[in-house]
């Protein structure tokens, strides 16, 4: 995974998983090597409503001040009690049909680009499987 494939102009990306109870992050740098870890017991549950923007910022808002830096989130925080509910894609799915399903903030702080990355979801008669969204680092 390369992040000049997704845009010329990024110079890191974040990568989250917002979980249920706890919250992942990752800082890497344009070759997608790992800059910086972090970890919080902040996961979707213990956000209050409307109060996901500034947990957000508090965790990590010294990564997105780069300008270029993009984050996508993985996990729950895409469901109907997360941060914005994100739509599924449907597998197959290749990168394309994955970021043209991503759920864009729009009230993100300080106006940085921050992204849910869509869960997967694989319909088959036999079968109905859904895999929440998971970041393509």
Known sequence: FSLSRMNNSLTSLVAVYWGTSSLR?????????????????????TVPAGGFAPVFEACFADWLSAEGSLCLISGMAGSRQGWIEAPYCECPAGFDEVAAKLAWITDAPAGWRIAVVPGLSCEHPALHRVQPGVCPT
């Open 25 to 45: 992050g990752a800082l890497l740098d344009a070759a997608g090597q790992v800059l910086e870890e972090r970890s919080f017991d902040r996961g979707i549950m």
